[in-house]
């Protein structure tokens, strides 16, 4: 099962954000992510967040592996609450819900993940903390 790469790489489809106040600033940011349970697993990436990057970071955890919807997604006032469905290539389902809370520099998200593997239910737990490091990003080698 893949639930670590839920570790919130955040790229999505579904609805568009609601939102009251700035999200966050383009720019070189950092981002620990931490899968809490079934199991424990970090991993640490910095990248680059442009202006047109910026509705995919704030739209809710997905990555190359998933495709997720969030149609119980609320950003507004420096909150974030979100609510949906991950589902692999493969066709699994995996129930997500968070919160979390974001300023210009700042982003935090904790998601609740819940799915049934070789019929056993397994829920976990995991958090992104991210930073703006840099008002630029490095230059690629």
């Given at each position: 099962?893949?639930?670590?790469?839920?570790g919130?790489?955040?790229?999505?489809?579904g609805?568009?954000?609601?939102?009251?106040?700035?999200a966050?600033?383009?720019?070189?940011?950092?981002?620990?992510?931490?899968?809490?349970?079934?199991?424990?697993q970090?991993?640490?990436?910095?990248?680059?967040?442009?202006?047109?990057?910026?509705?995919?970071?704030?739209?809710?955890?997905?990555?190359?592996?998933?495709?997720?919807?969030?149609?119980?997604?609320?950003?507004?006032?420096?909150?974030?609450?979100?609510?949906?469905?991950?589902?692999?290539?493969?066709?699994?389902?995996?129930?997500?819900?968070?919160?979390?809370?974001?300023?210009?520099?700042?982003?935090?998200?904790?998601?609740?993940i819940?799915?049934?593997?070789?019929?056993?239910?397994?829920?976990?737990?995991?958090?992104t903390?991210?930073?703006?490091?840099?008002?630029?990003?490095?230059?690629?080698?």
């Amino acid at each position: 099962m893949r639930t670590a790469v839920l570790g919130l790489m955040i790229l999505t489809t579904g609805a568009t954000p609601v939102r009251s106040a700035p999200a966050i600033q383009p720019g070189y940011w950092e981002s620990t992510n931490r899968l809490l349970s079934p199991i424990h697993q970090t991993s640490t990436e910095k990248r680059c967040i442009t202006a047109t990057d910026v509705e995919k970071f704030m739209a809710g955890p997905s990555n190359r592996h998933y495709a997720c919807t969030y149609p119980g997604r609320v950003i507004a006032g420096g909150k974030i609450r979100l609510k949906g469905v991950c589902v692999s290539k493969t066709g699994q389902k995996v129930a997500v819900q968070g919160a979390g809370a974001y300023t210009p520099i700042s982003f935090t998200l904790t998601a609740d993940i819940a799915t049934v593997f070789l019929g056993l239910n397994i829920v976990g737990r995991a958090t992104t903390d991210a930073r703006r490091i840099g008002d630029v990003c490095p230059v690629a080698p």
